[in-house]
């Protein structure tokens, strides 16, 4: 099973994301696990700040329509990711330039961001191919986006 499964459910992906530039998608994942319980509201603006801050030092725009925005804070004890889609791509300063169209956020406890390297390694490794990009652009429900994930980690 590829171990990006074990972080996602049907609450963690927003399949239409508005935002039109870096700073609103960062702000529109963040506000998102607040409102689905994932990100505790006292939380809210130190993961914001942290992410920006993160940015600002170097884009996590990795190339090919996708963006892994990820920090590590102290007051968290797991791994919190969210996944946001724009069918339309989103300017995010990229290293190729291009639009990004998949965003895989992740926060991660402080005492435990080396665990996590592997993870960001996975979710590479998954969105490397266009054609799997493509789908999970085009998936419209938790169910597709499984099916497309577990596809792709055989």
Known sequence: MNP??????NQNIIYDLKAKDKEEVIREL???GVEVGMIEQDLQDE???SLINRESSMSTGIGSGVAIPHCSI???SSLIMIIGISRDGIPFDAIDNLP???FVMMVVPKNKFQDHIKTLAVIAKTLNLKEERDKLISS???DDLVSIISTNSK
């Open 47 to 49: 993961i914001f700040t």
């Open 74 to 76: 102290n007051a968290i």
């Open 140 to 142: 419209k429900s938790y």
């Open 4 to 9: 990006l499964l074990e972080y996602i459910n």
């Open 30 to 32: 963040v506000t998102h």
């Open 100 to 102: 990004v169209n998949i």
